[in-house]
């Protein structure tokens, strides 16, 4: 039977290795570039950024409160953002309008078929 982070529905596993933090959910510069044109503000930025590596990761957007602490400190970190920058949206729009920028954006949104996860693609 495959492990529940295998299946149709992917989730967070319960323990992630520094390792497989960096490799999955570290953006890249072209990430971050695009981020910072598509927001405004540290907050934006860092969900954007967030919601964009969890997608890649789960091809979903899951509940923002079970998104672990350890993804969005390494977003926060590798995105240069300032220590005190929460995590979370306090107006109803805001969500869904990130959402929809990163689903409709012309910027390629890499789903990670050849992470080891889902074994070697040819």
Not at 17 to 37: G, H, I, N, V
Not at 45 to 52: E, K, Q, S
């Amino acid at each position: 039977m495959a492990t529940i982070e295998r299946n149709a529905y992917p989730r967070f596993p319960k323990v992630f290795s520094l390792k497989q933090l960096r490799a999955c959910y570290s953006p890249s510069a072209e990430e971050l570039d695009w981020a910072t044109r598509s927001t405004r503000g540290q907050g934006s930025r860092l969900g954007l950024l967030v919601l964009l590596k969890v997608f890649q990761q789960l091809h979903h957007f899951p509940n923002l409160d079970t998104i672990p602490a350890s993804v969005t400190e390494l977003v926060r970190i590798s995105a240069g953002l300032s220590p005190g920058t929460r995590f979370g949206y306090d107006r109803k729009g805001t969500l869904a309008r990130l959402r929809s920028v990163g689903t409709k954006s012309t910027t390629p949104i890499a789903l990670p078929l050849s992470h080891p996860r889902f074994g070697a693609v040819s």
